[in-house]
């Protein structure tokens, strides 16, 4: 097979974060894809359906003339989210998911969840309106070794947390381990993961062997190659619980390259080629399709695109090392393979 055509895709989590690094990125993203699932970690957090609102004509002003390109919005569960609020930015049509940080598990997560009682109207008001919940599944506590906490987090808090949630709609964000893809099989219609592309290429030792690799530290942080090997099962199995949330999240070289550098891998600008090539690598071209384009819309209860992408397989494919911000470079991912498939 040397072309391959698809319903054009959509990124089930996205950071295009603002200002100038919002109008250098969102054209890596616009240029594929149709739709994305925004989120909410600003400085200060989109917490409000006003600031989802104004953040989402930011966005719509930064896209290049003539895209077509539609964010779809969230909201950043905190302590303090109003259900009423949630349920108001929900009907209309403003918002698509809210989305669950653990207090300070990632980048900007400061304002997130602590106390699980605490935003038990808004979940259940979510459950009621069938409004998903996005969730970041990594426990914060210290003694937990932060390769496990993805596997606590299932164990701990998202299982008690649905099952005192009947009815909410769940998607399990950037799964890492097999432990994610187990618990996401076996969940029932009201469960989900995102798989970005990252994690189906580099494993921990591509992180840590032969020299600290940066642009590889993302979170959660990658795992053993038998859990990238399980994510790669999942992703190209074609089941519906299964599909493409990127996780591109730009930071610039000088906070990556740095005593404490930051976490995100910023993959928007070569996630096709790189996806074209490991389904191939997995023999399943044919379901790249229901991965990227198909079961996101699924799950999200959206039509699927009506437009069409074409791939073509050739020589490798050019792509820019980085692009330039007006805050700085930022570093493309490198795969660490060559790229055949280019976005005709
Ligand atoms: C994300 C970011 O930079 O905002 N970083 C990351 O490593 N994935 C936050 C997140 O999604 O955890
Ligand atoms: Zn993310």
Redo the contacts with the bound molecule.
Sequence with gaps: MSTLTLRRPDDW?L?LRDGAMLKAVLPETSRHFARAII?P?LVPPVVTGAEAAAYRDRILAALPEGADFEPLMTLYLTEDTDPADVRAAHESGLIKAVKL?PAG?????ASGVKDFDLVRGTLETMAEIGLPLCV?GEVTDPAVDIFDREKVFIDQVLAPLREATPGLRVVM??ITTRDGVAYVRAGGPDLAATI?THHLVINRNNLLVGGIRPHY????VAKREIHRLALRSAATSGESCFFLGT?S???VDAAKETGCG????FTATNTLSILAEVFEQEDALDRLEAFASLNGPGFYGLPPNEARITLQKGEPVDYPAKIESGDGPVTVFDPGFPLHWRVS
């Design positions: 989590h950071h989120m970690n940080y598990a990632t980048t900007n997560s970041h964000e950037h970005t530290y993302c979170l959660p996780d999240a730009p930071h930051c976490a995100g891998c």
